[in-house]
């Protein structure tokens, strides 16, 4: 098995490149600086890489998606921007956020500005025909709009304790998932695959997308505070209705209430995040969890089965297996 | 001459009912209604409108041009919404702004939806080829660039009162005139117009768009406070570099000190105002601006040249007068 992140970095200095020469031309100064910054400060670039190795995959060229992985990024980098604004989160990737650093109006800019230039770089993709740009393009458009539909869900369950599994998931896929599946789609589209190639290609990673998210939701009960860089039970302390809160107050019987109490309390003693996280363990929450990620991994390389072998869709397996594999 | 507005009014039903229909999917429900707003308290619908006008006038259908008329209209409105936030306007259309209504992280999250919406509209464009919408696409793309380029110079010129005229038109033809050239570029483009057409489309749509700016400067100080809907002279009492500012301090000799010193307080009387009104009008700053508004206009009747006459092509031609003709 390949070391992913090793191989995520290998496409990583070429992704990283186009960007930073897309973004140069930007004005004035400051608006170039806030645009490219988080590029700077480093990502793990899974989304970019996921377009190029899907590329690659279904026998195509990465170079030949090279311009629409990094548009993902810069749509990824724009989503990341506003969302810092709208939950006032002062860090990102070990740095300042950009509103905290050039102040929110120019931080809205510098994503609209993102925003226009990962439009503008797909269309003007070569070596591939017109049809695959705009395919490719609306592919990202319509992961665009599901970002802030998602984003807005996720907002509107602020306030929300009877948020349903359902509801949950097509949030989590919307907010999270669907440029992950549009990474991988739209490197399908550039690497020349068929429709029904395309189409598993999307399946793929709207469910390796799925399990990330609720990775994360599990992580924050399950790891440990040094390795997470964040205290354990965060999410029961927010009140947040992860996967693991919605199965746990449904399944919990008697203890319920007393996990709805803790998840509406904003002054919880480390003692009641320890017996929430007793409550959930106990009703089978946190398994419960751990398998609807484990479920979607098994059906996303399952999805895979439509591809030739190669050593691109061994890094596709391996992808998929890495996102349960993470500690943090 | 055809009366201007009513011609507007005729494309705006059309253009509002394809708008209505693209954005009526999108979900939550305060998402759709935050993003549907603004174009549902009206607008002039002058930039699809004009995208419209110059398909048929380049000899195609307005029909193949009204998906990304729609589209324009919605990055027009998008750019509105994050505007008011940036510039905290609690007014819009006669309306409390969409931030007021929603609030901010709502404001953002609709102008985004827009933005993404837009690009999903133009790309999905029917009876149109794929390098057709792809040529479009980048027309638009390429002008939320310059929308984002412009507004954060504008912003950077706040506390500057050296801003040079090459800056000061550029900062007008990214702010205002980018997309109004996209209107006008793209319309032909979708019309199905040769290259040299598209070309000279651009331009006519650059000259109005600087044309529209210019008179708004010179309403500022040039029309009655009745009819402009806002006080004579709050650009100055903003202390705002407007075309008119910037040629009186480099025009008004001895006189520029106090031009200077006024355009600094952010406290001046109705005298301090009326003074550098006066010292404006002798140095012949406003009078400059006028010319230069209607040198454009000029310009971009000469442009039009290159189409055959047509009832479409007049139009074009009074819309050009219109920009001038306007008191508000």
């Known amino acids: 098995m390949s070391d992913v992140k090793e191989v995520l970095g290998n496409y990583s200095s070429d992704i990283i490149k186009s960007i930073e020469e897309d973004l140069s031309v930007i004005t004035p100064n400051n608006l170039q600086e806030a645009s490219i910054y988080l590029t700077k400060a480093g990502g793990k670039m899974l989304r970019p890489a996921l377009c190029l190795i899907t590329a690659e995959a279904v026998g195509g060229k990465k170079e030949d998606a090279l311009k629409t992985g990094s548009a993902i990024e810069l749509i990824?980098?724009?989503s990341l921007i506003?969302?810092?604004?709208?939950?006032?989160?002062?860090?990102?990737?070990?740095?300042?956020?950009?509103?905290?650093?050039?102040?929110?109006?120019?931080?809205?800019?510098?994503?609209?500005?993102?925003?226009?230039?990962?439009?503008?770089?797909?269309?003007?993709?070569?070596?591939?025909?017109?049809?695959?740009?705009?395919?490719?393009?609306?592919?990202v458009a319509d992961a665009c709009v599901k970002i802030c539909e998602g984003q807005a869900s996720d907002m509107g369950f602020e306030d929300r304790f009877d948020v349903t599994e359902d509801e949950y998931m097509e949030m989590i896929f919307k907010k999270t998932g669907a440029l992950i599946a549009a990474a991988t789609k739209a490197g399908?589209?550039?690497?020349?695959?068929?429709?029904?190639?395309i189409d598993a290609m999307y399946e793929y990673g709207?469910?390796?997308?799925?399990?990330?998210?609720?990775?994360d939701d599990y992580l924050d009960l399950a790891s440990d505070e040094e390795t997470l860089g964040k205290p354990i039970g965060s999410d029961i302390e927010k009140g947040k209705m992860t996967i693991i809160a919605i199965n746990g107050l449904a399944s919990a019987g008697d203890e319920s209430?007393?996990?709805?109490?803790?998840l509406k309390n904003d002054n919880n003693s480390k003692e009641d995040i320890d017996l929430a996280i007793e409550i959930l363990t106990k009703c089978g929450a946190i398994e419960y969890a751990r398998n609807l990620a484990l479920d979607s991994v098994n059906q996303a390389k399952e999805v895979l089965e439509i591809?030739?072998?190669?050593?691109?869709?061994?890094?596709?397996?391996?992808?998929?297996?890495?996102?349960?594999?993470?500690?943090?």
């Open 257 to 262: 209430e007393k996990l709805l109490e803790i």
């Open 206 to 215: 709207r469910l390796i997308g799925l399990a990330f998210q609720i990775q």
């Open 82 to 139: 506003h969302d810092d604004i709208m939950d006032d989160d002062d860090m990102r990737r070990g740095m300042p956020s950009v509103h905290k650093v050039w102040g929110e109006d120019v931080a809205i800019l510098a994503g609209d500005t993102l925003f226009s230039k990962a439009f503008e770089i797909i269309i003007k993709s070569e070596g591939t025909s017109h049809s695959q740009n705009n395919q490719a393009l609306a592919t």
């Open 76 to 78: 990824h980098t724009f």
């Open 188 to 197: 399908a589209i550039m690497g020349g695959a068929s429709q029904e190639v």
């Open 307 to 328: 591809l030739p072998d190669s050593s691109s869709k061994q890094v596709l397996v391996d992808i998929a297996d890495f996102v349960l594999e993470r500690h943090s």
